[in-house]
């Protein structure tokens, strides 16, 4: 079995291929996916094109169905299988960088192409337009909280499980807090530091007590292994954040927060579910990320760092 990784690069050429004998890979009758939510935007979600929680929906829409009822111009290729423009906004290079249209469902970069992707109820389907030159592999972002907690994947609620270096924190305290206000009672406990399957993990600790999960670490290799456009230094004490070419605009020290998330591969080479890291220069900065777990702070951006109470989407733009 492909990595996920793998399988998201070479989906969509699978799906083109077979969409001769499949009738549009994914298409045909059925109910229609209620209480949805579709976002297209440019540069990282700064961006938008089109931001609407009542998009229009037909029976059993695949992802690309619901992108082609409701943004404007949507050119494909392929068969159908990829995207290569919305709105004149085409795929391509931009000052030597390579460009391209990635989505996501409930914050997850999907492992599919998206005419084999079924849109069920309560999806946040998100579509942006960015440079992929520092990763074409940003597995999953934060801009679509409460999701994937509330309805899943592929319209499956998975367990969530609140991981904190201190458990009766402050900070840990906000963070389940926030889970069972929305109706999402969570198990809370340590750091596992495991590969878990078929289940939510939210890492909750300043850098330095929690990075030596196997999964929360890879912020520290940067956004190439990551895909989060924020760096963690080694003894904790200050988070350089990144413009999209992963060059260091700032370099933010005490009271930082950052909430972010990623994935990582076993030794078969296959991925976790998405793990969610909230953390901080130091215990001030993990509140303050703890207490930024909301869908307003969080809404369109890949990851957020908080800087005197104020979230800053990265990549950062500062630059």
């Given at each position: 079995?492909p ?6 690069a070479l989906?969509a050429?699978?799906c083109?291929?077979a969409?001769?004998a ?10 229609k996916?209620?209480?949805t939510?579709?976002l297209?935007s440019?540069?990282?979600g700064?961006?938008p094109?089109v ?9 059993s829409d ?9 943004a404007?111009k949507?050119a494909?290729?392929y ?6 423009s ?5 795929g391509?290079q931009?000052s030597g960088?390579p460009v391209?249209?990635f989505?996501?469902?409930n914050?997850i970069q999907?492992d599919?192409?998206?005419t084999?992707?079924r849109?069920h109820g309560g ?6 337009w960015?440079d992929?030159g520092?990763t ?5 972002v934060?801009?679509?909280f409460?999701?994937p907690?509330l309805?899943?994947?592929d319209?499956?609620?998975l367990p969530?499980?609140?991981e904190?270096?201190?458990?009766k924190?402050a900070a840990?305290?906000?963070v ?6 929305l109706?999402?009672?969570a198990a809370r406990?340590?750091v596992?530091?495991?590969f ?5 993990r939210?890492?909750v ?5 929690v990075?030596g999960?196997s ?9 190439a292994?990551?895909?989060?456009f924020a760096k963690p230094?080694a003894?904790?004490r ?12 700032r370099t933010l020290g ?16 296959e991925v976790?579910?998405?793990v969610w890291?909230v953390t901080g220069?130091?215990?001030?900065g ?5 207490d930024?777990l909301?869908?307003?702070a969080?809404?369109g951006?890949?990851?957020?760092a908080i800087q ?6 990265l990549?950062?733009?500062s630059g």
């Amino acid at each position: 079995m492909p990595s996920r990784s793998r399988a998201r690069a070479l989906a969509a050429v699978v799906c083109a291929l077979a969409a001769w004998a499949t009738a549009g890979c994914g298409l045909g009758a059925g109910p229609k996916a209620a209480n949805t939510q579709l976002l297209v935007s440019k540069d990282f979600g700064s961006q938008p094109i089109v931001d609407t929680d009542q998009p229009k929906v037909g029976g059993s829409d695949t992802v690309m169905r619901l992108l082609q009822r409701n943004a404007p111009k949507v050119a494909t290729r392929y068969g159908g299988g990829f995207v290569q423009s919305i709105d004149s906004v085409s795929g391509g290079q931009r000052s030597g960088s390579p460009v391209d249209w990635f989505f996501y469902v409930n914050g997850i970069q999907a492992d599919k192409g998206a005419t084999a992707v079924r849109v069920h109820g309560g999806d946040r389907v998100w579509w942006d337009w960015h440079d992929w030159g520092v990763t074409a592999d940003v597995p999953a972002v934060v801009g679509s909280f409460p999701e994937p907690f509330l309805h899943g994947i592929d319209g499956r609620r998975l367990p969530t499980r609140v991981e904190c270096s201190e458990p009766k924190s402050a900070a840990c305290t906000s963070v389940a807090g926030t889970l069972e206000d929305l109706g999402l009672p969570a198990a809370r406990g340590g750091v596992g530091n495991s590969f878990v399957v078929n289940t939510l993990r939210i890492v909750v600790g300043p850098w330095k007590a929690v990075s030596g999960d196997s999964t929360v670490k890879l912020l520290g290799r940067g956004p190439a292994t990551s895909g989060v456009f924020a760096k963690p230094a080694a003894d904790g004490r200050s988070i350089a954040l990144l413009d999209a070419q992963g060059k260091v605009t700032r370099t933010l020290g005490a009271g930082t927060g950052l909430i972010a998330a990623t994935e990582v591969k076993d030794a078969k080479d296959e991925v976790s579910d998405p793990v969610w890291i909230v953390t901080g220069t130091d215990d001030a900065g993990v509140k303050a990320a703890a207490d930024a777990l909301d869908e307003g702070a969080l809404a369109g951006h890949f990851a957020v760092a908080i800087q005197d109470g104020k979230p800053i989407g990265l990549p950062d733009r500062s630059g």
